[in-house]
């Protein structure tokens, strides 16, 4: 079966970093392009990052661009994103998800907390 499990949320002052993780299995992962999603408190799903199976095309929300970097290890059957400069509207619950046909399609993670607090 298809899974993926975010990890390396947590807490974190305005100005740090996170590395979050996603891992797969139950498919090649190779294959995929995939996704970042976050839900802030209070308020919808919003797309964050994207990146093609290879690893080599990225695109990125208006709101995280120049501050975050999506990336793979298809070797690992892992996904990342790296944030810098964290602000508080970044605090969300973060889901990694399988791409198709362009858009996140039906398999997510369970989600990481992200908070960002003064």
């Known amino acids: 079966e298809v899974q993926l499990v975010e990890s390396g949320g947590g807490l974190m002052q305005p100005g740090g970093s996170l590395r979050l993780s996603c891992a797969a299995s139950g498919f090649t992962f190779s294959s995929y392009a995939m996704s970042w999603v976050r839900q802030a408190p209070g308020k919808g799903l919003e797309w964050v990052s994207a990146?093609?199976?290879?690893?080599?095309?990225?695109s990125y929300a208006d709101s995280v661009k120049g501050r975050f970097t999506i990336s793979r290890d298809n070797a690992k059957n892992t996904l990342y994103l790296q944030m810098n400069s964290l602000k508080p509207e970044d605090t969300a619950v973060y889901y990694c998800?399988?791409?198709?046909?362009?858009?996140?399609?039906?398999?997510w993670g369970q989600g990481t907390q992200v908070t960002v607090s003064s």
């Open positions: 998800a399988r791409m198709t046909l362009g858009i996140p399609g039906d398999y």
């Open positions: 990146i093609n199976s290879g690893g080599g095309s990225t």
